[in-house]
């Protein structure tokens, strides 16, 4: 449980100790406008962001004939990897910058950055072009986090930072929620072209919030910066900085240890499409609620994220049931994390996400998938927002925002390898393309005429239909039930325990720590 505030620290005071919380309706009437302003910047990032990202694998793993680039899992992993790698490295830099030369600037700066690899993306229709608008975008994205997160830090307390940093989570997945509706209904009128152009649109509104937007202490930072330039002040390195602030036990130990943590976390976004489209009959859904004949109304089709003849579910609205629900109910899952220890928020929060990974991994019936994803969303909202208000309450009142980029270091590591090993051990353990080429042979084809060269990525299981004569149904219950489709899952449900254990040795050594 919440402990009372160590004597002679205030709340705003860097500890270790947990500090006890505000309750639910008082915190939330202690935020400020500032907060409300960064939760809309971030609201509308998301929404660009996620209209994008969220279907990403689709695009570039769909045959041509279906409008998208025709690569394997394999090759969309090389490319999640880099956008992971420039992303997560380089907010661990822009961290520091922002808190010496302005939050404003920076997410001024990010913003046409971020429109630009939308726009590169919209009019560059191949494998090359949608890379260099996902560089583009991942290196917008390094520069809009610390100084959004920054604000936000330094906008709450410590007696609120629980609620705060949750109505954060759930503000901005109401973006992360909307963006893939939107992109949907995009490539299902117009065309892929038309989500990225969308995305591009709707990133600009954030210069209209930047005109309401007053940034905290900025006399301060104006006032040290006059006295660095007067040479009053004599100013380190941001590199000799960051290294003394990474020196510290405290942090270096969370930040490894979340590396393995964010090594299992994103796979769902990186894989979870990708699986649904390939073994999911979300029609299933569609006939529960609706009947056989599914439904025509357009209202259903956009929240649900279903198809325009209302039969089934597209992948993208499966995983949206994430972003929901966060939407939804976040707040009151941060009241009552509030009471928890961080640690132990973060432990139980991670139990919960490898329960939902091993649910994925066991069955593939699209009613269980979507009691997983609730499961996956209600450990997100106990562990994601609590590792990044973990560190920032924690932090040196000077330095939140490079520990905010440091606290990107974990998904450098984690999600850049992730990005590439995920969507590789997909495409070797569960990918049906794959598997369809496999029994093509067992048809009499030969190598040769199942090679990429000869035989599309995406083309496969639609040659299979054709020559076996059977349902696409039938076939892709046999491919499931002869192949060890879950292993994927099983094995990033693996990592996840393991991060769990190490989350709990090093709850009771901070404990320690701050006992003394």
């Not at 919960?352 to 996956?376: D, H, I, S």
Request: glycine content about 10%; hydrophobic content about 45%.
């Amino acid at each position: 449980m919440s402990q009372k505030p160590t004597p002679g620290k205030t709340h705003h005071e860097t500890t270790l100790d947990d500090v006890k919380q505000l309750g639910l309706w008082a915190a939330l009437g202690s935020l400020g406008y500032v907060f409300w302003i960064v939760g809309g910047m971030e609201m509308v990032e998301r929404a660009a962001f996620y209209g994008v990202k969220a279907v990403s694998n689709l695009y570039v793993t769909r045959a041509k004939s279906d409008g998208g680039l025709g690569e394997t899992m394999a090759s969309y992993g090389t490319l999640i990897a880099i956008w992971g790698l420039i992303q997560s490295g380089g907010s661990i830099f822009t961290g520091g910058i922002s808190d010496r030369y302005g939050y404003k600037q920076t997410i001024f700066v990010a913003t046409i950055i971020q429109s630009s690899g939308y726009l590169i993306m919209a009019f560059n229709p191949s494998y090359w072009g949608f890379f260099a608008g996902a560089m583009c975008l991942a290196f917008g994205t390094a520069i809009f986090k610390p100084g959004i997160q920054g604000t936000l830090i330094r906008s709450c307390t410590r007696t609120n930072s629980s609620v705060a940093w949750g109505v954060f989570y759930q503000i901005v997945n109401i973006g992360g929620w909307i963006g893939p509706l939107v992109a949907m209904q995009m490539r299902e009128q117009w065309g892929w072209k038309y989500v990225f152009l969308t995305s591009a649109i709707l990133i600009t509104l954030n210069f209209l919030l930047l005109f309401t937007y007053q940034e905290p202490g900025k006399q301060e930072r104006l006032e040290r910066r006059a006295q660095v330039k007067a040479g009053h002040v004599r100013e380190t390195s941001l590199w000799r900085e960051s290294l003394q602030e990474l020196k510290k036990p405290h942090l270096h130990y969370y930040l490894l240890i979340f590396s393995l943590w964010w090594f299992m976390f994103p796979m769902l976004w990186d894989v979870l499409p990708k699986y649904v489209e390939d073994w999911v009959d979300t029609g299933e859904i569609v006939r529960s609620l609706f009947g056989a004949d599914g439904t025509r109304s357009g209202l259903m089709h956009f929240l649900l994220g279903m198809k325009e003849n209302g039969l089934r579910i597209e992948p993208e609205g499966i995983v949206n049931i994430n972003s929901g629900l966060i939407m939804l109910t976040c707040f009151i899952i941060a009241g009552f994390s509030a009471k928890m220890r961080a640690t132990n928020s973060l432990l139980l929060g991670t139990l919960l996400v490898v329960a939902a990974l091993t649910l994925f991994g066991l069955f593939n019936l699209a009613w269980l998938c979507v009691a997983a994803m609730l499961v996956f969303s209600l450990g997100e909202m106990l562990a994601s927002p609590k590792y990044s208000e973990f560190l920032g309450n924690i932090a040196p009142a000077d330095k939140k925002a490079m520990w905010i980029g440091f606290s990107q270091g974990p998904m450098l590591i984690g999600a850049t390898i992730e990005g590439k090993v995920g969507p590789q051990l997909y495409h070797i353990w569960s990918d049906k393309d794959v598997f369809a080429r496999d029994l093509l042979q067992t048809k009499g084809w030969t190598p040769a005429q199942v090679a990429i060269d000869a035989l599309p990525p995406g083309e496969a299981f639609k040659k299979l239909v054709e020559v076996t004569g059977q349902s696409p149904a039938e076939l892709t219950r046999l491919l499931y039930a002869t192949h060890h489709v879950g292993s994927t899952w099983a094995f990033f449900a693996g990592i996840g325990l393991l991060a769990a254990a190490l989350i709990w040795a090093y709850g009771r050594w901070v404990r320690r720590l701050a006992e003394r």
